[in-house]
């Protein structure tokens, strides 16, 4: 009943900015905790970082820090990933993912994730 839609990605230079987003259907993310996670060729899904269900808190891992933005439209039912600087190691299919939250534990990052959409390609390259 839930639908999650990567969209954004593309071939991109080093040094280049691009935005994804990722748009939900059969729901309102009002109330869903959402994370973006990657995966590169060869290597594990990894998280990249989440954002709490009004937007106020977000969190990133090292490899994003200072680089990528997490920000949501909830009325468009849309999070998006701004990535800036953008390097060969970024390479990677971008998926997100949400889940329900609890009003009295606002958090950014969830432990699990029940809803996933199937990845936009990124590769960062010349």
């Known amino acids: 009943q839930v639908q999650l839609v990567e969209s954004g990605g593309t071939l991109v230079q080093p040094g280049g900015s691009l935005t994804l987003s990722c748009v939900a259907s059969?729901?309102?993310?009002?109330?869903?905790?959402v994370a973006w996670f990657r995966q590169a060729p060869g290597e594990e899904r990894e998280r990249v970082g989440c954002?709490?269900?009004?937007?106020?808190?977000?969190y990133y891992e090292d490899s994003a820090k200072g680089r990528f933005a997490i920000s949501r439209d909830n009325a468009k039912n849309t999070v998006y990933l701004q990535m800036n600087s953008l390097k060969p190691e970024d390479t990677a299919v971008y998926y997100c993912?949400?889940?329900?939250?609890?009003?009295?534990?606002?958090?950014?990052?969830?432990?699990?994730?029940?809803?996933w959409g199937p990845g936009t390609q990124v590769t960062v390259s010349s």
């Open positions: 993912a949400a889940d329900l939250i609890d009003l009295y534990n606002d958090v950014a990052c969830l432990s699990t994730y029940d809803y």
């Open positions: 059969e729901l309102s993310i009002n109330y869903y905790a």
């Open positions: 954002i709490n269900h009004s937007g106020g808190l977000t």
